[in-house]
């Protein structure tokens, strides 16, 4: 089994903390599609992409929703014809799961009607924040009224599996402020959450615009006066807090804590994503994209004009690969594994690796940020939190 991954990296607006590969050229988009369907067919016929069958497909960006139905029609038809899949156009044979990332201002009553007659069960929607100031900070698109009318649309459309993301940690937000988007997001009863902290990445836009908030044009007072006070995101406590209360309350709302940031309802979690964490081989499609068949790990050149020259010139559009073998495979066990609520099962490591990773864990045992189940090590509450140093301690590098 594997998880098929087509990256479209086409956005109307760049979104300030996106460290992604995106890009702006949406005259580009028939070409890019025609690209990728393309280097479907070439990679499917090589004896090292034989993967198995495919159990997930998802469409990841980027903006998936830039894309027009047609433009869909086209990469599920060659989907079909290239893996041999049960994905009707009419709408049947949804035995897979299909997710599509959407934009909450792309969902009208007509994009949303135009999904359900695909082969799309899942969508994804970035709401990031119920604060149109905030939103705004973020450089997103769409207001907080275009999230529940997105939500409402795609239920009436019959699109029953829906998850959005949630972010916190925002320049000068309160507990409060972060309370209010949790019970926003839960009255709206979708069937998966995830949340991150927000971070500040070099080469984002928001990292140039701490370096010199005053010249920020989109943001509003609040958030310009805690940039100019380099006041970017409050402490580690305040975020532990938002991080904890975010657990609480979606566990009373009877949402399941799966993976570090993901959430979902019963039956509901990500299978795709999950796919990643429970090292499942997948195969990526466009620029930027990243393909794994349990010993190697390749990634496509994050060029959009060189990748789409690339394959229509008959050349491979891979950038590079590595090998994923010995302590490399450790590492990326502990990395993905460690995230989930299932934890990392030390039976499925040799013995030299197993017996370094118990030395480097019993700190954290005993200090209660890691806990025994069976033969499996898992984060406690505690941890999760610092899963990142705990991670970065028990990893050999």
Known sequence: MAGLYIHIPFCRSRCTYCAFYSTTLLDLRQRYVDAVCREMESIASLPSKKMGSIETVYFGGGTPSQLTVRQLEQLFLYINKVYRL??????????????????????TEEYAEALSQLPINRVSMGAQTFDDQRLRFLNRRHTTQQVTKAVERLRRAGILN?????????????????ERDIDAAIALNVEHLSAYCLMIEEGTVLYEMIKTPSDSPCLGGELKSSLDREDLGGSEELE??????????????????????????HGYRSQHNSSYWNDVPYIGLGAAA??????????????????????????????????????TRYNDRITVALRTCEGLDLTTLPDEQRDYCMKNARRFLDDGLLKLDGSRIVLTRKGLFVSDMVMSELMNV
């Open 86 to 107: 049960p994905l009707s156009l009419e709408g049947d044979g949804r035995r897979l799961e299909v997710t599509i990332e959407c934009n909450p201002d792309d969902v």
């Open 162 to 178: 829906i998850s959005i993301d949630l972010m916190y940690g925002f320049p000068g937000e309160s507990l409060s402020d972060w």
């Open 240 to 265: 532990r807090a938002m991080y904890e209360l975010l657990t609480d309350r979606l566990a009373a709302a009877g949402y399941e804590h799966y993976e570090i940031s993901n959430f979902a309802k």
């Open 290 to 327: 990243h393909s794994y068949d349990g010993h190697h790990r390749s990634w496509n050149i994050a060029d959009l004009k060189e990748y789409i020259r690339r394959v229509e010139n008959g050349q491979s559009p891979i950038e590079d690969s590595e090998e994923i073998v010995g302590w």
